[in-house]
């Protein structure tokens, strides 16, 4: 297949990231934003204390450094924006342009390095939903975009032997670690590649994310008394209600749901007569499938749910399967001259450690299952795929995968149009209800409580509305309180029971876009059991309720 030179590549990324960005800067703040925005809020108070507040998250109001689960370098670039804009939406997410253009650049380094400047590597990440749709305000797309532009700068290091590069590399690395904690796993990226090209001797420059990670968990003694990673590995995060299987087959929908590279695949094996790749994903297809029906009986799990389930199951398989082989490839077998034969089987193990790597983060690190926790892993599984592409097709690949490659990018293209869309509208109706239904509750000149987190939480105490809270003072009789009917909400405080509520009016959001990112088992930001990151749907996004506080002695 013939390449593009670097300009052309870089133009492309560039252009298809701000497609997909540029119409969505006014996205309303969501789900987890809040606590990267309240924690910005706090820096531009006091810079030095970033987890010196108090949010009510769960319930009840907590000191941030007990709420809060990754270090604060996120909302330490937000806080400027936040400090001159506010909360303002365009602003905000005009900011966070910066990651996915990291991620575009860092991408379009490493196919240059591992598949000869292919642009399908680099448009397979930057067109996948899981990627245009997770760029809120959250950490996710900053760690990924760190990790990107660690692994591309620490890598072409390695290999010219430049200290310039190695530092940056390392840098980002570092930067890495201070918006994820998850992302420590970049260490034994590093090793891995360092060791397999012989040059040990760069590891030394692991010191320095090691130095900044150091001056973090000093600030957190001298002002909270222990670390913060301590703090979450001693109390916060003990959660074991789901197991790594279910976080295995969770992230395997989520791959063949947002990653179309299982297509290629399929037709690549046939097209190239692949029998056994071929039979053996097969086999564990099917296997998985009816161990899925198994798991769940006779609950309803949908077409959707076994198509994309399936798919991932395929792909996850392929990908293992193709790495092993990579592994096991003679360099004397190759068509390719010996020394680069002996090259490209590195480059294979690399991607195939690197892959795995972020899958077992995804599959035993984290506690629930969710898109912006499998994302690290496409970077590596796209170049892995592209390599073996080039590699077992050779010239072939522009005439027989080229065509399959274009029809998957521009299915991801569309797909993540219409999921931002969606997403944006799940988003939506908070912002809606304060700006058109809050002045006129407002006239009453009663006082307006709320109850419930996500984006919801930002606009109703922005407005001066109070939170309820299960540690906090219950609200008065004859004041208002409003709640989002499937906004995450918290426990309610001691006595405040259903029953001192009486429904007032009800204000429903349905969206047009026919897609669910967090409703009717479509479920983006926490994908368990049978739901998938994205569902055909027309059930509405959400549903603002108005109730009146009846006396405490009503109804007893």
């Not at 560039?14 to 990267?36: A, E, G, S, Y």
């Not at 809020?41 to 450094?65: A, H, T």
């Not at 297509?263 to 899925?292: N, Y």
């Not at 398989?317 to 077998?333: D, K, M, Q, V």
């Amino acid at each position: 297949m013939q390449d593009l030179d670097n300009r052309k590549l870089i133009l492309i990324a560039i252009v298809f990231t701000m497609v997909l960005n540029l119409p969505f800067l006014n996205k309303p703040i969501t789900i987890d934003d809040p606590v990267v925005l309240e924690v910005a809020e706090q820096i531009v108070k006091e810079p030095l204390r970033p987890y010196s507040c108090w949010i009510n998250w769960l319930g009840d109001f907590l000191p941030m450094f007990d709420t809060t689960t990754n270090p604060p370098l996120t909302s330490y670039f937000l806080a400027p924006f936040l400090a001159i804009w506010g909360y303002n939406e365009i602003a905000l997410h005009t900011g966070m342009l910066v990651f996915p253009l990291m991620i575009a650049l860092g991408m379009v380094a490493l196919s240059r390095r591992f598949t000869g400047g292919s642009i399908w590597p680099v448009l397979l990440v930057i067109t996948s939903p899981a990627l245009s749709v997770s760029n809120n305000t959250m950490r996710d797309v900053p760690g990924t975009a760190f990790i990107v532009a660690a692994v591309a700068c620490f890598v072409y290091g390695c290999d010219r032997d430049s200290r310039k590069l190695l530092f940056w590399g390392s840098f980002f690395a570092g930067c890495a670690l201070l918006v994820k904690y998850s992302q420590l796993i970049v260490f034994f990226v590093f090793i891995a590649y360092a060791l397999l090209n012989r040059k040990p001797r760069h590891l030394l420059w692991l010191l320095v994310p090691l130095a900044m990670l150091g001056v973090w968990f000093g600030q957190n003694i001298l002002v909270h008394g222990e670390t913060h990673f301590g703090y979450l590995a001693r109390v916060r995060r003990n959660d074991t209600s789901f197991t790594w299987i279910e976080k295995l087959r969770c992230a395997t929908t989520i791959l063949g749901s947002l990653l179309l590279l299982w297509p290629v695949a399929l037709v690549h094996d046939i097209r190239f007569k692949r029998w056994i790749r071929l039979t053996i994903c097969a086999i564990v297809l099917v296997l998985g499938l009816l161990g899925i029906r198994w798991q769940f009986g006779d609950r309803e799990a949908g077409f959707e749910y076994y198509l994309w389930a399936g798919a991932g199951i395929w792909l996850g398989t392929w990908a293992i399967l193709t790495g092993i082989t990579a592994i096991c490839r003679s360099p004397y077998s190759s068509p390719l001259p010996f020394n680069a034969a002996v090259q490209h089987r590195r480059d294979g193990l690399f991607l195939f450690i690197w892959m795995l790597i972020h899958a077992g983060v995804a599959s035993f690190g984290v506690f629930f299952q969710a898109v912006r926790h499998v994302l690290p892993i496409f970077p590596a599984l796209s170049l892995l795929a592209v390599l073996a592409f080039r590699y077992e097709a050779g010239e072939r690949m522009r005439s027989v995968l080229r065509p399959v490659l274009a029809f998957c990018v521009v299915v991801q293209l569309v797909l993540a149009i219409a999921i931002n869309i969606a997403d944006y509208e799940f988003a939506d109706p908070p912002r809606r209800f304060v700006a058109e239904e809050l002045p006129r509750l407002q006239e009453s000149g009663r006082e307006i409580w709320y109850h419930g987190s996500w984006g919801w939480r930002t606009y109703a105490r922005n407005a001066g509305m109070i939170n309820v809270a299960g540690n906090g003072p219950t609200p008065p009789a004859g004041a208002l309180y409003v709640r989002f009917r499937y906004t995450y909400k918290g426990r309610y405080p001691d006595g405040f029971q259903e029953s001192r509520l009486r429904l007032l009016e009800e204000h429903e959001y349905p969206g047009w876009m026919p897609i669910r990112t967090m409703r009717d088992r479509g479920f983006f930001y926490s994908t368990m059991g049978t739901s998938t990151p994205f569902r055909f749907s027309t059930v509405v996004q959400d549903v603002a309720e108005v109730y009146e506080v009846l006396p405490s002695t009503h109804g007893q």
